[in-house]
């Protein structure tokens, strides 16, 4: 299984992107797996973002309101749409598939970078 992230770049403060995630050589990213975003600013721990679970979405308390996910299960693609981008979310972003009972997936990370 790969995941493949991309997306990531430069945008001023209240700007917007789109992350997107891409997986191969896996069958289903739908229920009952789980799919989400970490990420990870310099110096700092690997934090939670947002999440899609068999059957709820989970957003961390510092991006909700603002970023949105999604998963395409037959573009097999993950998505997080972020919005009114503060210089805080600048980091390293990560996708991740968690199978049902099963393995966790990585992907290679995209950098996004928030100027003030």
């Known amino acids: 299984v790969q995941l493949q992230a991309s997306g990531g770049g430069l945008v001023q403060a209240g700007g917007s992107l789109t992350l997107s995630c891409a997986a191969s050589?896996?069958?289903?990213?739908?229920?009952?797996?789980?799919v989400g975003w970490y990420r990870q600013a310099p110096g700092k721990q690997r934090e939670m973002v947002a999440m899609?679970?068999?059957?709820?979405?989970n957003y961390a308390d510092y991006v909700k309101g603002r970023f949105t996910i999604s998963r395409d299960i037959r573009a097999k693609t993950i998505l997080l749409q972020m919005n009114s981008l503060e210089p805080e979310d600048t980091a390293v972003y990560y996708c991740?598939?968690?199978?049902?009972?099963?393995?966790?997936?990585w992907g290679q990370g995209t950098q996004v970078t928030v100027s003030s």
């Open positions: 050589g896996t069958g289903n990213i739908g229920r009952p797996h789980t």
């Open positions: 991740y598939l968690n199978k049902w009972k099963g393995p966790v997936y």
């Open positions: 899609i679970t068999a059957d709820d979405k």
